[in-house]
């Protein structure tokens, strides 16, 4: 049976910052191949390169140098327009602080990406309705964030994260803000989107032991660069 075909890749991936008369070289020389369904870990010290690394992933930043591929895609040649639509119709991305609207319930939380999306208002509510009961959620739809603790408020960012059914989920240290059984909470979760769902996750965390048991596989970063890899 053949590999499944990576849907990233990059290569000699640079990202650079002008700090005064310094040059910081917060990614510097990264090549690697992410295959569809994979579920890969990227760890490191504060610093490292790893969330740099994501944000280009994401689309959100541009490197200075190398390629970087995505679903057939050299990103850096695409366009702001069609870069927001790889973001919107590509990609999901869950967030160490959540970055729920205080202000909005749960449901409206997770509808927000599908309203800029253009999806139809009812359409939008049932599924937002649907993947909160996936969560474990539907009773705190109605909820704000403030009424919900840190684990139930990153399952909303999870499923805002899947509403406009993104093939590659990017998670930037989900369980950062949670406590050891929460964490694993998370992860299982996200392991089950990964195996039932065919969902490709890059996730970046400091945990490696969680990396290890719910990832395929790790990469260690240091310095802007992979200096390790390790399959589970």
Do not use: C, W
């Not at 990227?42 to 969330?51: C, D, E, F, V, W």
């Not at 909160?132 to 959620?137: E, F, K, R, V």
């Not at 909470?185 to 048991?213: F, P, S, Y």
């Amino acid at each position: 049976m053949s590999a499944p075909l990576p849907i990233l890749e990059a290569r000699d991936l640079a990202r650079h910052y002008r700090m005064g008369e310094t040059t910081v070289r917060a990614l510097d020389g990264v090549s690697l191949s992410v295959a569809q369904g994979e579920f890969l870990a990227l760890i490191g010290t504060s610093g490292s390169g790893k969330s740099t690394l994501l944000n280009l992933i994401a689309g959100l930043d541009r490197p200075t140098s190398g390629t970087l591929t995505a679903f057939g895609q050299d990103l850096a040649r695409l366009s702001s327009l069609e870069m927001s639509l790889y973001r919107r119709q590509r990609v999901g991305i869950i967030f160490q602080s959540f970055n729920l609207i205080s202000t909005m319930t749960a449901a409206d939380n997770v509808a927000l990406s599908m309203m800029f999306a253009g999806v139809p208002r009812m359409d939008r509510e049932t599924r937002a309705r649907q993947l909160l009961d996936t969560m474990g959620l539907g009773p705190r739809a109605t909820h704000r964030p403030k009424e919900l603790s840190g684990g139930e408020q990153q399952r909303v960012a999870i499923a805002r994260a899947l509403s406009n059914a993104p093939t590659l989920l990017l998670a930037d240290e989900p369980t950062g803000n949670l406590d050891s059984r929460t964490s694993r909470d998370i992860l299982t979760r996200l392991k089950a989107i990964n195996e039932e769902d065919g969902k490709t996750i890059v996730m970046v965390t400091h945990d490696a032991a969680l990396a290890a048991q719910y990832a395929h596989r790790t990469l260690t970063m240091l310095d802007g660069a992979i200096i390790s890899e390790t399959r589970s």
